[in-house]
């Protein structure tokens, strides 16, 4: 178990070392709910929550994650609670009022920005929500950074009462280097469980008006605190030599040092551990020493600005650069920042002799093989083509690609429901909106209330995989065990939303699809509808199955009857199909395959088969015997 | 001293295993080693790349464009889409065997010849091309294709890495089937 060992050095991704800082400051309680890059924290801590006495959740949502954190906080323990950037601000209700009211065991946020959007939404800079509520920042740029300031993020909680933002980036989160172990925390190497109390303090506790008053003054006199925390424990490190000066953070620093390595020039670097509060003093005597300053951030001029203020009341005249030659929109690497040094310093850029790459089918991520996303979709369009479909965030955001293009919209977790509400009133139309069970539990439930109440003319398909797939398969309520594999109540969501009141609920096997185009057409002569659709997510699935040496059935094209119509192909668009051009036949690809019988099904020649065990085919493969064996993928996954 | 190397293919090929085992096995010989890897949306079916650099000091895990020593493709539509990283005198692993993507059963786009991409890239360095899959096959299942993939590259990496760093990292990384795993090191590290 050498994640647990107390020295040495391993290769850790940016994420195993903020769990495994948190394990070495002897952390009471990780909560979180995934989201990339942030996931692998509580994956992780997790995995070794049994060893160490660790207590680890996921939670429904981030707002209630926090809320789980800061009630260890509050009861005299360390909590962290991790979360991507735009979790942020499902919890920020949650985060700005205890901003006021801070921590009392030491209490860390961990926010996973994602510049360049590689798997989000959009690319906001959380430093600046650590500026908005208040709160420390601290910006690590590799995987030991991110260890050595999980563990100082803990001590400057305790030291000033705060709570304190870590901010990472997926190229922190999501990189694998050396980091060196230290000693775990004498609870988590006991195998402890800790617990806390929680001592009443009113004042601080509840946030009634005349009480918040007296906590905001306590933010900026935490603020300060910080300051003297950072220069007593050497964070902001001035690095090299010379009248240009370069202020950077995190793993911009990198980039920074690369450059300055090819280009053979110097620069005295001021690099920033902590970016907030921003140490004014040290900011203007560094810059006083300089003829020209160049702030090297991604996205957001946060420390830019910051800098020409300090620069502006202080009446220095040095010239700084920074978002007017480097981009505002994307990440930063190698070539940008070297150009951006380059014209800094008045040199010719240097611009890499980069290949074009030809015209290329694309391959966009898909939905897998057997997904049954993919008949959810293909039933949808079917079934009523002309209603608006919200979609919402999970893999079935995928119904937007080629061929299925079975969506209208996708904007944050769970605002399928709410923007189905709205737009069933704004088009006086039925309305057909997808969500997958996890979002379903985030931020669904209160919208789905509110269609109920303010009668709603939506059918709302449930995409019930019993897991959190897109973001690596962290359970959730559907799942039937919680974070650490404890079991626990599997929410039913049918029974949920009868309760809730919805007019029509019905709980269909996607894998059957005149079963799911039944259920929709009925699902459009009520009001409110409701559609679970219940089959396991097939990777997982397969995995499972394959690992339990189950047989996964395969399908096969019989080659005789195939007319090339390409069907199957253009309604579904599975992976394991496979057109050729030449024969003018589709082919099923054994590897990819993993037997949901969807091209089957659709197949206007019937020209797909299952294979059987002794080889033989069988083309009637809708029989209740395959209905069975489906049922039992559901209920028997685990 | 930088050594870059770049790693691409199709999500589920187990390119990110690859890049971590190439990591560790340079920590192991006493190098610094930064693998970068992307998660998420890359996962289902998409073109995936990661990449792993080797150096003397601490250095972000980013390969530049137009830098990359060592580029290694698991899906020969994968090598050429990344020659933005190739430069003069990149060298190539690349396995032959195609995955068709959606998009080539569709309308007329056109999966291009593997032939030609091969061609293309000589025009940058030395090309290993094999059919990875069928070696992979022989040996019992695809998920091979990973280690075969991994033996060719230590082989080209030898002079930074030692077989026996590689080989322990492997061991470190991979609980299950290691027999056969090892056995389609080697097979790759003789081609
Ligand atoms: C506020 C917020 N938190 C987390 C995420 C990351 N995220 C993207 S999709 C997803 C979960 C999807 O799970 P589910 O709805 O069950 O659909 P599936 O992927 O299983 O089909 C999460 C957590 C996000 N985009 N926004």
Redesign the interface.
Known sequence: M?FLDENG?E?L?GNEAIARGAFEADVACVSAYPG??S??IPEVAAKYAKNTGVYVEYSTNEKVAMEVAIAYSWSGLRAMVTMKHVGLNVAADTFMSVAYQGAVGGMLVVSADDPGM??SQNEQDNRLFGRFAGVPVLVPG?PQEAKDFTKLGFELSEATGSLVLLRTT??VS?????VKLEALGEGVRKGETKSGKFQSNPTKFISLPANARRNHPEVLRRLNDALEFARSRGLNRVIGEGDFGIITEG?EY??V??ALRDLGVSAKILKLDMVYPLDEELVAEFCSTCTSVLVVEELEPFIEDMVKSILFDRGLNVTVHGKDILPRVDEL???KVRNAIEHALGLSLTK???????Q?????????PGCAHRNVFYAVKKVDRSAVKPSDIG?YT?GA???LKAIDTCIAMGASVGLSSGLAKAQGNRVVATIGDSTFFHTGLPALVNAVYNKARLTLVVLDNRITA???HQPNPSTGFTATGEVSPNLDIAEIARALGADYVSSVDPYDLSELERALREAAEHVVSVVVAKQPCALLRASLLRQKKERIPTYQVDAAKCTGC?VC??LL???A???D?EAKKVSINE?LCTGCSACAQVCPYNAIYEVLPDGSKKFDVLTDEVKERWQRWYSTLF | M?FNIVLSG??GQGILTA??II??AA?HEGH????????????????VIGFVRISDE?????V????ADLLVAFEP??A?????Y??KGTKFVINTSPI???????GN????SVEGIRE?LQS?GPVSAFDALEIAKEIGN?IYVNTIMLGKASQLLSELVSRDSVERAIR?SISRDLENNMAAFDRGYSL
């Open positions: 050498a050095v290769l991704l990339t890059p996931s692998e590689w798997s590799t997926t190229r999501h990189t694998r280097a050396p793993v990198l980039y040092k690369e690497g190698y070539w890499p002799e980069v290949s074009q790459v030809p290329l089918p694309p391959r966009p991520p898909v939905l897998c893999c995928l690609m080629e061929p897109m973001t690596g390409r192909v253009n668009g599975c992976p199909l496979v057109f051009r590897d | 930088v199709v999500g890049a971590k990591g560790r920590v610094y080693a930064a693998v970068g890897e992307i998660h998420g949306l890359a996962q289902r079916g998409g073109s601490e250095v972000s895990s980013t530049p464009e137009a830098s539509l994968e050429i889409r990344y020659v933005n190739a430069k068709v993507p959606v998009s080539a059963n569709l786009v056109v999966y291009p293309q940058f695809p470190e």
